[in-house]
């Protein structure tokens, strides 16, 4: 294949071709899937009601103050997500409960199926 026969294939080829790609690329990944299922697993840790034996804590050195983010109340729904999602990462030692001025403020988006979901630095 040259770069003159690329430049005479038409345009509406190129998504037909990755199509073809992308069911491949989709099967091999079932197989593997089928597989090995232990390695997929939609879990974040094979013994979820023990905590975490990471030994792994954050600690940033500052040298000023924070800068000032007003509180804001979240709508009653998205409350209501954000509650049970950070009870979910702290049940899984994930992160914890903390009071601190360096808090950073706590958005809920709307994801394409319509459920709720948290986000933030």
């Known amino acids: ?3 003159a026969s690329l430049t005479a ?3 509406t080829a190129a998504p037909i071709n990755l199509a ?3 069911d491949n690329a989709a099967n091999s990944f079932s197989h593997l899937r089928s597989t090995y299922p232990d390695v997929f697993k939609p879990k974040l840790r094979q013994q979820p009601q023990q905590p975490a034996k990471h ?3 954050h600690c940033i050195k500052t040298s000023g ?3 000032f983010s007003k509180f804001r109340r979240l709508a009653p729904d998205k409350l209501v997500v954000a509650e049970q999602t950070f009870a979910e990462l702290e049940r899984l ?3 914890l409960k903390a009071s601190s001025p360096w808090a950073s403020p706590l958005h ?3 994801k394409k199926d319509g459920t709720l979901r948290p986000c933030g630095d």
């Open 1 to 3: 294949m040259d770069a």
């Open 9 to 11: 294939t038409p345009i």
């Open 20 to 22: 073809l790609q992308v």
């Open 55 to 57: 030994g792994i804590y």
């Open 65 to 67: 103050p924070p800068v």
């Open 93 to 95: 030692d994930i992160c």
């Open 108 to 110: 809920i988006v709307t």
